[in-house]
Structure formats: structure tokens, C-alpha cells
């Protein structure tokens, strides 16, 4: 065969280029193998460079360096703030079972008419005693336990509180004496327990449905026993208080019927029934009035009778509320998406780690430290709160909490809650990162005696712990031109936060305890979470706004109560007004003509009495705690001084009602001498005992005594009038519902102490006889070179680079006087 030589020509040409086709496959294969292992060594080299800078300057070495440690693990040999540890409890708990006077039962089998462990808690060592152990090296005092039992099997019964110790191995359970409290406690003012709950709804709600279940079902679609699962009323307690009935033995509480939807609360109907609880029987429980369409009948049967024998417009026809996830009541997602697409908000960064250390419910942040705890009754305390290690206060925490309703209605008219009777530190729920606190706080558990098992309950996240800082300054200065100085100094208010979230039913109250770094200690507490509503009535208008359908929003007042032990400079203080008063004087300049002004004049509290304190606009004044024999280099005071906003005024009579167990609350601020058995303003008891309270606070007045040069505790009320709107649903926001104090110093330091901290930025001239050679920004250490920093610092530095005018007069002038 002969071949073309054109052909052929071609035929070597086509495969030279297939030939080369392939070379280039090959090398761009081994080029992309490259090019994929050189990003991967330069991901690997940078991973290495951003672990080695975090190593240089981040959690990991700095917080050896520094002691940062973060411990949440119960101690061997608790300390005399520290919460009863789970040995404590068990061991405690054993004890009360063999005690042969106490004889407490399992949890598993008690009822209401034998011994019943309410709850044990920390009960403090004499102050006396334990100072001599933090500040002279004295052996540190027994630690003992607060308990509080039911005695049930007593005829009649009691409510016991013992004094039990020394923990972790008790030895004896003692009666707890005082002339500031009774003990024993009449067995009606019992606070409300999980087995009560039950009796109520196994004895009095049964015999509710038995007579006039029909009467419910054909009203409101369902009832309380004779229902489908899932679709039962809700129920909601309000206690009637012994003075509004007038008899300390009597026990009543209302009940309120609500549909199962979430939440319950929001969707009330108009239904209660009175529960009479005398004794410690439970088959004797019974119901007694009734609320029922707007009419209180005195019975049952006075509700069969007038049901059986009137018309349609007497009765109540409520649709039945099913559950949706549009429901107004839910915390479902409505509207339209903001933003429009998934966008994350900002969040908290710890760039070098955390700078606060905890260890043994002690915690210590820069010039702070501190010891906290939760009381099972009465909530979170701080405990031997120190700047620099001079004590400022003993003991700052929560008292008791309030909330007191008005209505038309019978049931929420004596609605007046005193929380400590539902046990306020338990109901400390767990906290969610990013929703209650940053995510990078540090979140802790807290440990109760429980009532329904006899094992320690643990609360995962009761507390959390974090740095942040507040979005504003702490301080700051711009000397922009140059014949003012040309320069900047100015920080951020960075502060560490200790924070619980109180549940309590329909309720949330966020309590804060702040710390800055300028020597103040800032107490904030936030109401948000569900309102308490009423089915709406036109007779309900005078109390509250319709907000939904057959929902009103009745008015009621908030009030909190702090127990405040300051020590300034020691125990023996003294409190003192400094008086912002008018006045008027010689012009000086001008002949015959006067000037007015204002001045202070220094007022010292001697007594008791004297010191007690309502608030009065046309009055000013500072309140200053201080010791009179430590003075500033210039002979003046050196105090704290106590500044509250969010004081509200109690407007009930005095001493009617339930006013008397809430005594507290007649002042904005009382100051006692310290008394140890002068613990705490209120008892768990204050929900029932109107008619004679337990704890009188103003038996902690009443003697008068003197409280100049002594250890002297401050106790501030807090609060607020809440007028329900429809944007309190479906929760109340904590915007505009924040109560603060601080103890701020006044004079206490030479100059303001937070000039120690890093965290202060200063900037400059580079030469300040030639400011065209620019600025500089001076961190403290923390600079880009040596810490990583966020990159809009960065940003802002190479900016200054650029245009130094930007921050200080440099080259030019913005033409602004």
C-alpha cells in the first residue's frame, strides 16, 4: 500500500500534538498536586502561627501566669460562706431520720400529717467568729445547718426550725431561739409544699369536679379530673393572708383554673374555687367560696342552685383554647424575620482567656474578690466582697421579693406574693448560653436539699460568671488641640457579672452582682418573663388595659429587698447625709445683689430611728458610710457611698391587710446595728402571717439603739408599679426594668483606682514639638504585637497612620472651635 505523503505528514503532526496534549496533562496534574500541598502547608503554618500567638499571649499561659484557674468542684472542708456540700446534705439528711425527737421521714412515703423535711440551708456562723478566722488566723467556726421541718405527726401540728451541727458529722439538732423571731411556727403558715399541691388536687379539685364538673365542661370544654389527658386545667395558687381572713389558724387558698396552653398563665378563665386547709389531715381539705362568671358564690351547692335555675347570659361559654404555635401566648417565632436572613448577633470574646479566677465559690478579678453563695430561701449572697483586700462589705445580698396585685375580682385582689415562702435560691433555673448569658461565661451548679427525694438536687447553670464590657466608657478624655495638651485617655467599662435567673412561676428576675474596676459594686435586678393577667371584665378597667381577648393586665407593685453589712475601713462606722441644700449669698461682684446656689451640710445619724429614710425630691442628699477614725491625707472622710435608683413607694396603709410581713418596705433605706440573729428582714412564712407576722422587721428599730461607731448593715428596698401593656406579651422586656444600687467610693482612694488597668488607652504625639511626625496608641501591653487583637483596632491604627487629625491636631485643623 502506497502511502500519501500529505497524509502522512499530517498523521505525525496530529500525534506530536497529542503527545504534547498529554505532557501538559501530566504537568498541570503535578502543578495542581503542588499548588494543593502548598495551601495545605500554608493552613498548616498558620494554624501553627495563630496556635503559637494563642499560646504566646492566650488562655493557656496567661492564665498559669496569672492563677486564672477555674475550679467547680465542691470542696473537702467548705469554707464559712460555702453552700452546703452534697455530703453535708446526706449526712444531714440521715441524721433527721434517726433523730428520735425529730424522726423526719423518707420522702418517698411522708404526708402531710408526719415529720417532713421543708429544707435545710446554711446557717451562718456569728459574725464575731468568723472574722476572727479570715482576719486574725483563729480556728475557723462549726459549720452548721438551718432546718426547717414540718412537724405534722404534733397535735397540734408545727412548723420546727433547728440549728444543726457541726457539719459534715452531726451531733445535735437544736431549737433556733430568738426574741426577733417565734419558733415554733403555727402550722397554717406553713409555706406551700409539692405534697400539699397534691392533696389539693387529689381531695379539694376532686370534689370540685364531682359536683359540678358538668357545670365546667359545658362552661369552659373541660375540668380537673374528668378530662383528657393533656387537656385538664392548669392550676394557680394565690394564698390568702391570715389578717385578711382574721384568724392566724385559718388556712385558705385560692385556686385559679386555667387552660393547659403555653402559657397558662395568659389564658385564664373566669373560674377559682376557695380551698380550706386547716390542719394536717388532707381528707379534711375542702372547697369552700367559688368564683364563677363574675359572681363569688359561698359554696358549691349556692353555684348549683343558681346555675341550674338561670339563663344563658348567667353562664360562661369559653371556647376551649387549643394549642398552635401562633398562639400569642408562645414563644414561637412570628412576624416577619428580622433580619431577613440568618445574621448572628454579636457575641462576648475572651481574646487572651478569662481574667477572673474561681475556685471554692470564691472568686478573684483583677483588684476583687470575692465569696457567693445561694440561700435556699432567700437567694444569691456575695460574702467578704475585697478591693485590694480591704474589705467593703461583710455580706451584700437578696433579702425577699415581692410583687402585691390589684383587681376587681376576688382571687387576684389578695394576690400578694412574698416569695421566700416558695423558697426564692431554688427556683434559680439553669441558664443558656447566648440566650441568659455570653456563651463563654462560666456557668455553675448549685446543690438543695430536696423535698420529693431524698438525694441532693443539683440545678445545673444556676450562676453565671463573665467578663464583658458595658458598650461605654468608664472614663475618658479627648484634649484634641494643641494648646489644650493634644491628647487621649479613655477605657472601656469592663466588669465582671455574677448572675442568676429566678424563676418563680409565671415571673424571671435576673439579679446581678457587677463589679468595676473603679472600686464599685453595682446590684442590678431585671423583671421580665410571663405577667400574671385576670379574665377581662369591664369591672376589671380601673386595674389594668384589655391586652388579648378575655385578658387584662392588672396593675401591681414589685419591690426587692437587700441586706447591705458594709465595713469600711473595719467594723465601726459611722452613716452620714451629706444635705444638698439652697442658699442664698452676696453677689460680691455687684453691689446688693444676691446670688443663688446650692451647698451640703454634713448630717450624722446616731440612732436607729433617725437614720430611716424616705425618699423626698425637695430633700437631696448623698449617703455616706465611713470610719471615723481613718481619714484621707486631707483629714476628711474616707467612705462609700451608697446611691440607689429604683426606689418606689409603698402606698398601702401601714399595718392592714398583708402590709404588716412586707414592714421592710415603708422605707427606701433603714440602718440597723448588726445583730446575728438578725439574719434576714423577712421569713418564709410572710406569704400566710399577716395577722402576726413572724419576723417584725421593725423590731430591728424598735430599741433605738445608737449606730455611731458601730458595725452597722444597711437594708435597701427596691421596686417598681408595673401597668401591664400589650407589649408585655407575650413576655415583659427587662428594658426599662432595671433597679440598681451601688456602693460607690467616696474618697476611699487617692485617685480613681482603675489607672492601674491595662486596659486604659493613651495616645499622644509621637514628637510633641513636631506633631507632623504623627501619634502613637500606647495599650498597655496589650498591643498587636505582642497580643492578638481585633481586627478593627488594627484597622483604627493603620487609620491613625494615615490621618493622624483624626483623633489629635497634627497638621491641620478641622475648623471646629
Known sequence: MKINPTNGSTMDKTAKVRRQVGLWRSVSAILALLIIGLIIVVVVLSVRESHDSAETCGTSRISQKNGNVIDLSEPDKPGPFHDLTKLEIRNLRAFLEKDPNIRVQPSASVKINMSMLYTMDLFPAPKADVLNYLDKEGPQPNRQARVMVYRGDLDPPYVYEYACGPLPEVRECKPIMSDKRRNPVEFSLRPVSAIEY????????????DKIGYILQESFGTSYHTCAP????????????????????????????????????????????????????????????VWYHGTLYNSLDDLILAYNSSGPEQKSRIKKHEYSKDVFSTLNLRGDPQPEHPQRPPTLVEPDGKRYSLKDRQVKYLGWSFNFRMSALTGPSLYDVRYNNDRIAYELGLAEIVVFYSADNPIQRITDFVDSGAMIGTHSKSLVPGGDCPESATFISQTFAGQSVDDPVE????????????????????????????????????????????????????????????????????????????????KERPYGFQIEK?????????????????????????????????????????????????????????????????????????????????????????????????????????????????????????????????????????????????????????????????????????????????EDLPLTPTVGNHLTFFLLPYNYFIECPSVASRDHIRITHKDKKNPKAGVSVDRNGNSKDICTIPKYAEAYDKLLEKDPDIILESTKSRGIL
Open 198 to 209: 397534691a392533696a389539693v388536687f387529689d381531695v379539694v379539685l376532686r370534689e370540685v369536679d
Open 230 to 289: 393533656r387537656e385538664c386545667f392548669s392550676i394557680y395558687p394565690s394564698p390568702m393572708g391570715t389578717n385578711v381572713v382574721d384568724d392566724i389558724t385559718k388556712r385558705r387558698l385560692w385556686v385559679w383554673a386555667e387552660y393547659p396552653v403555653e402559657y397558662y398563665v395568659l389564658h385564664p378563665v373566669d373560674f377559682g374555687v376557695l380551698a380550706v386547709l386547716d390542719g394536717s389531715d388532707p381528707s379534711k381539705f375542702r372547697a369552700d367560696k
Open 459 to 538: 440545678i445545673p447553670r444556676a450562676f453565671c460568671l463573665f467578663e464583658n464590657n458595658n458598650g461605654y466608657p468608664l472614663r475618658r478624655h479627648l484634649s484634641y488641640d494643641q494648646y489644650e495638651g493634644a491628647f487621649y485617655g479613655g477605657m472601656l467599662d469592663s466588669v465582671l457579672t455574677l448572675r442568676c435567673a429566678l424563676t418563680i412561676v409565671n415571673y424571671d428576675y435576673i439579679v446581678d452582682f457587677i463589679l468595676h474596676q473603679n472600686g464599685v459594686v453595682e446590684t442590678r435586678v431585671m423583671s421580665t418573663g410571663y405577667i400574671l393577667p385576670s379574665f377581662y371584665t369591664s
Open 550 to 726: 378575655d385578658l387584662v393586665g392588672p396593675i401591681h407593685h414589685h419591690m426587692f429587698h437587700f441586706k447591705v453589712d458594709l465595713d469600711i475601713s473595719g467594723t465601726s462606722n459611722r452613716y452620714e447625709t451629706l444635705d444638698i441644700q439652697p442658699e442664698t449669698v452676696d453677689m460680691r461682684t455687684i453691689p446688693n445683689r444676691k446670688y443663688h446656689q446650692t451647698k451640703f451640710v454634713r448630717t450624722l445619724k446616731s440612732t436607729e430611728q433617725e437614720a430611716l429614710f424616705k425618699y423626698n425630691f425637695d430633700f437631696p442628699k448623698y449617703h455616706v458610710v465611713h470610719n471615723e477614725q481613718v481619714k484621707t491625707n486631707f483629714n476628711e472622710i474616707k467612705a462609700y457611698r451608697i446611691a440607689m435608683h429604683g426606689m418606689s413607694k409603698q402606698l398601702l396603709p401601714e399595718g392592714v391587710d398583708n402590709e404588716a410581713p412586707i414592714a421592710w418596705a415603708r422605707h427606701q433605706l433603714v440602718v440597723t446595728k448588726h445583730k446575728d440573729d438578725e439574719q434576714v428582714s423577712s421569713s418564709p412564712y410572710a406569704m400566710w402571717d399577716s395577722k402576726n407576722p413572724v419576723t417584725d422587721f421593725t423590731k430591728f428599730y424598735a430599741d433605738n439603739e445608737s449606730i455611731v461607731d458601730e458595725d452597722l448593715v444597711f437594708w435597701i428596698t427596691s421596686g417598681m408599679h408595673h401597668i401591664p401593656h400589650t
